[in-house]
Nanobody, 124 residues
Framework: QVQLVESGGGLVQAGGSLRLSCAAS????????MGWFRQAPGKEREFVAG????????SYADSVKGRFTISRDNAKNTVYLQLNSLKPEDTAVYYC?????????????????WGQGTQVTVSS
């Protein structure tokens, strides 16, 4: 079992920045692919970014490439998502997720563990 707790969400103006954190506990954190997903009202949950267990392989949705950065600190059992140049369309609940896999995946169904989510609201 892995428990995930997100933090760092909030209200920010367009063009601003936030850093989301996801603290993990339970099974060995370093063995997991970690992902960030988001879900806006009335929309399906979508992949935002993912990072391999080593931290060397990272993947991003086209809509956030160049603006968001995912990273992880296995010593602290924490994964981060730096959100820069935020846009109103980035408004959503952001979820951290863990997949006990050796390869990067973007399908939410592949992730076994989820946090409770943190709200990000970007005003225009």
């Amino acid at each position: 079992q892995v428990q995930l707790v997100e933090s760092g969400g909030g209200l920010v103006q367009a063009g601003g920045s936030l850093r989301l954190s996801c603290a993990a506990s339970g099974r060995t954190f370093s063995g997991y692919v970690m992902g960030w997903f988001r879900q806006a009202p009335g929309k399906e949950r979508e992949f935002v970014a993912g990072v391999s267990w080593s931290g060397y392989i990272r993947s991003y949705a086209d809509s956030v490439k160049g603006r968001f950065t995912i990273s992880r600190d296995n010593a602290k059992n924490t994964v981060y998502l730096q959100l820069n140049s935020l846009k109103p369309e980035d408004t959503a609940v952001y979820y951290c997720a863990a997949a006990f896999l050796s390869t990067m995946v973007k399908d939410a169904a592949e992730y076994a563990y989820w946090g409770q989510g943190t709200q990000v609201t970007v005003s225009s």
